[in-house]
Every structure is written in C-alpha cells, then in structure tokens.
C-alpha cells in the first residue's frame, strides 16, 4: 500500500506561485508514474500533469507553459511548481500514483491517491 501526502497548498494571489509537494511512502516510488489532479468547486476532477518513472512529463493544456512536475526519487516526493497563477487555477490538487510507471491522463490508471490540499487564487 502507498500512501501520499500532499502539502504547500495555500493562499496566492492572481499572478503569482506555488510549490506542491507530495510524499509517497514505500520503496518502489521510484517506479511509479505520478500525476497531479485537480477539482474545483462543482466541478469534475482533471487532469493536470504527470511524470513517468523516466521523468517524461505531460501537461494539460490549460497549464503548460506555466506549470512545471518534477520528481526527486530520493526524496520519494513528486512535486508541481505552479507559475503565473490564475483564478481559474483554484482548485483542491490531488496526488496519484499508477503502478505501470507512465504519464497516464486517465484517472482510473492511478491505483493510489492523496487526500488533496487546496489551492485558493485571488483576482
């Protein structure tokens, strides 16, 4: 069983940044693909990046360019670096992680998920 934990949600303004970060217990971290998810108020959850075991990363299009996932394996924490934040940004950012290690748009790809930590962006 893997567990995450998400963390470095907050309060930002319209323009600026965050960092989240998401700890992943266990030894097999390192082949994981992860990916960062995010659901807004009366909204379905979303994709929004994700990171192979290899480090290949994807993005959705509302985000690249803009933001930026990365992984440190030591560490076994995955991390989404948010630039130039948007209101429409806000949103709860969960953490998944899918055993076959790839850079999965799909949801139900991921067998492991965090409890989430907010994101709120003021205009």
């Known amino acids: 069983q893997v567990q995450l934990v998400e963390s470095g949600g907050g309060l930002v303004q319209a323009g600026g940044s965050l960092t989240l970060s998401c700890a992943a217990s266990?030894?097999?971290?390192?082949?994981?693909?992860m990916g960062w998810f995010r659901q807004a108020p009366g909204k379905e959850r979303e994709f929004v990046a994700a990171?192979?075991?290899?480090?290949?990363?994807y993005y959705a299009d509302s985000v690249k360019g803009r933001f930026t996932i990365s992984r440190d394996n030591a560490k076994n924490t995955v991390y989404l670096q948010m630039n130039s934040l948007k209101p429409e940004d806000m949103a709860v950012y969960y953490c998944?992680?899918?055993?076959?290690?790839?850079?999965?748009?799909?949801?139900?790809?991921?067998?492991?998920w965090g409890q989430g930590t907010q994101v709120t962006v003021s205009s």
């Open positions: 266990g030894r097999m971290f390192g082949s994981y693909g």
């Open positions: 998944a992680a899918n055993r076959a290690g790839l850079t999965s748009l799909r949801q139900d790809n991921y067998a492991y």
């Open positions: 990171i192979s075991w290899s480090s290949t990363t």
